[in-house]
């Protein structure tokens, strides 16, 4: 099972970027698959959840609602972040892991498999 994150880079305060989540070893369109990040000196948070083929359901959390849109190509083993309006805060390094689930407004994630290397992602005020 792999993960190839890619597409962040260095943005101004309101500009947008894309990342893209290349997935390989597994049947990705029978797994929600999430976006994570991680920000130096602070745990790492779940940002976004898709669902399965079943369904495709999406969640987001409260510090990403409204700004940024999961979504997935189970053709080409691949899901997406469409991030719009970004922020400083924003800045960290984005990874992306099956089998998440939100519950209110956390998303989580019972991957205990590797991770990709992430994406960096920097917003600069």
């Known amino acids: 099972v792999q993960f190839v994150e890619t597409g962040g880079g260095l943005v101004q305060l309101g500009g947008s970027l894309r990342l893209s989540c290349a997935t390989s070893?597994?049947?990705?369109?029978?797994?929600?698959i999430g976006w994570f990040r991680q920000a130096p000196g602070k745990e790492r948070e779940g940002i976004s959840c898709?669902?399965?083929?079943?369904?495709?359901?999406?969640a987001y959390a409260d510090s990403v609602k409204g700004r940024f849109i999961i979504s997935r190509d189970n053709a080409r083993n691949t899901v997406y972040l469409q991030m719009h309006s970004l922020k400083p805060d924003d800045t960290a390094v984005y990874y992306c892991?099956?089998?998440?689930?939100?519950?209110?407004?956390?998303?989580?994630?019972?991957?205990?498999?590797?991770w990709g290397q992430g994406t960096q992602v920097t917003v600069s005020s």
């Open positions: 898709i669902s399965s083929i079943l369904n495709n359901n999406t």
């Open positions: 070893g597994f049947n990705m369109e029978y797994y929600a």
């Open positions: 892991a099956p089998r998440c689930s939100s519950a209110g407004r956390t998303i989580t994630t019972s991957w205990r498999g590797s």
